[in-house]
């Protein structure tokens, strides 16, 4: 049972590159998010997504798409990359019976 | 909305001595959950201990526990015995209750206090 994956775990792109961020869970969980956290800070919610087919927006979505067609995916797409989205990426999942959330290893993206 | 504050951006500890992280929250919601989640520098989030707010008797974990104060909003961690190993980042995080509605189930995070322990 792996849990929550992320792919790249690391990654260099130059402004205005683009790039999508992988999470896949097999917990057969309904619920996803994409967090970021900036250096020194916590965590804040970009998307998040409750059940295939059905996003919507955290508090900080401008820069991102995502998009769900599956229960196990959940990719986070970022077009025209700008430093301002440096930061670790971490991907999330939950039940709606479950008031835990399991964390992927996290992505560190870095834009030069 | 819910907002989370952690008032120490840093703690230090002596190994085997006891320490309290602090954090506080403001919600107008009365049923919600409150975690505390540990960040060492692998960068995984791991959960510490949770509590539920419908429930008075104070979460415990091992040599991990906290002190709810729902009426004072306030939810410190308290590590007992402390280990070189618990030196990390620790997050206090809020959940809603209802999973649905407008909250989903995603977590408010407070911004961290970084934990180091002196041997």
């Known amino acids: 049972n792996a849990g929550v994956t992320q792919t790249p775990k690391f990654r260099i792109l130059k402004i205005g590159q683009s790039m999508t961020l992988q999470c896949t869970q097999d917990m057969n969980h309904n619920y996803m998010y994409w967090y970021r956290q900036d250096p020194g800070m916590g965590l804040k919610l970009i998307y998040y997504s409750v059940g295939a087919g059905i996003t919507d927006k955290g508090e900080v979505p401008n820069g991102y798409n995502v998009s769900r067609s599956t229960t196990e995916d959940f990719p986070l797409r970022l077009e025209l990359a700008a430093p301002s989205q440096t930061s670790v990426y971490f991907c999330?999942?939950?039940?709606?019976?479950?008031?835990?959330?399991?964390f992927g290893p996290g992505t560190r993206l870095l834009v030069l | 909305a819910q907002t989370v504050t952690q008032s120490q951006p840093e703690m230090s500890v002596q190994e085997a001595e006891t320490v309290t992280l602090s954090c506080t929250y403001d919600?107008?919601?009365?049923?919600?959950?409150l975690f505390w989640y540990k960040q060492p520098p692998s960068r995984q989030m791991i959960l510490v201990i949770r509590?539920?707010?419908?429930?008075?008797q104070n979460a415990t974990e091992n040599r991990f526990s906290v002190n709810f104060q729902k009426a004072a909003k306030s939810f410190s961690l308290k590590i007992s015995d402390s280990q070189l190993g618990d030196a990390a980042m620790y997050f206090c995080?809020?959940?809603?209750?209802?999973?649905?509605?407008?909250?989903?189930?995603?977590?408010?995070f407070g911004q961290g206090t970084i934990l180091t322990v002196h041997p």
């Open positions: 995080a809020y959940r809603s209750f209802l999973a649905g509605g407008t909250s989903y189930g995603k977590l408010t």
């Open positions: 999330a999942s939950s039940s709606p019976l479950q008031e835990t959330q399991y």
């Open positions: 919600t107008s919601e009365s049923d919600y959950y």
């Open positions: 509590q539920e707010a419908y429930k008075q």
